[in-house]
Nanobody, 115 residues
């Protein structure tokens, strides 16, 4: 059972930047996906970004060009750098690991984009 702990959420003004971090309880093989999903009130959970070795990262259409995902396997961390934030980016952001067909989730961290 992989435990995931997110950090870095908070309140930011439109146009601002924020970074999220996620620490896994164990080393995740680089070939497995690690990433971020988000869920806004009344909406479905959606992919923000995910990363694994041997592939270009995947980004959701709405964040392409503004968000950057990175990963440090030695530190068991995955990161999300969010730039040019918009009010519609407001959501709970969840860290995710997909391993052997099983999804593991963190508890989420709230990002609020508002003036």
């Amino acid at each position: 059972q992989v435990q995931l702990e997110e950090s870095g959420g908070g309140l930011v003004q439109p146009g601002g930047s924020l970074s999220l971090s996620c620490l896994a309880s164990e080393t995740i093989f680089s070939g497995y996906w690690m990433g971020w999903y988000r869920q806004a009130p009344g909406k479905e959970r959606e992919l923000v970004a995910r990363i694994r070795s041997g592939r270009d990262p995947d980004y959701g259409d709405s964040v392409q060009g503004r968000f950057t995902i990175s990963r440090d396997n030695a530190k068991k961390m995955v990161y999300l750098r969010m730039n040019s934030l918009k009010p519609e980016d407001t959501a709970v952001y969840y860290c995710n690991v997909r391993r052997e067909g099983i999804n593991y989730w963190g508890k989420g961290t709230l990002v609020t984009v508002s003036s």
